[in-house]
């Protein structure tokens, strides 16, 4: 039987890898993978094999998006989680399914109004607890 290398067994892990690193640094993915999976790696492997990963399935799924245009994705439910800057309530959720309602994509000026309201609400509450103290 062929000995398989690690890129081979990390590739099988992809997911899972994934999961773990949302929860832990690379130390503890690089910790958990060696004692429940048997894959031994620094974290500087770990990071090498991410990237080469993903650039092999970015290279894929481009070279199959041309081929993929009859194929029907359905939408995912998503939270939402609203900030609205102008009260004093600081945060709204809101659980939609995606089919509810369209996305539109915010314009970068939108965006960078929305930022810079975010950033002075943050300066305003910063000089309020210092006027505090």
């Known amino acids: 039987m062929a000995k ?60 199959t998006d041309n081929s993929s245009s009859n194929v029907e994705v359905k939408p995912e439910a998503r939270k939402q989680i609203f900030v609205d800057l102008y009260s004093n309530d600081s945060i709204q959720e809101s659980n939609t399914d995606a089919s509810d309602e369209p996305y539109v994509q915010p314009t970068h000026e939108e965006l960078d109004t929305a930022m810079k309201r975010f950033e002075a609400k943050l300066a305003n509450k910063r000089n309020r607890s210092l006027l505090d103290r």
């Open 4 to 63: 398989r290398t690690k890129f081979s067994k990390f590739r099988d892990l992809y997911e899972v890898i994934e999961e773990l690193a949302v929860s832990y640094t690379y130390e503890g993915v690089v910790e958990i993978l060696a004692e429940r999976h048997d894959l031994i790696l620094t974290t500087g492997t770990l990071t090498n094999y991410l990237y080469r990963y993903r650039k092999e399935s970015k290279e894929l799924s481009a070279a």
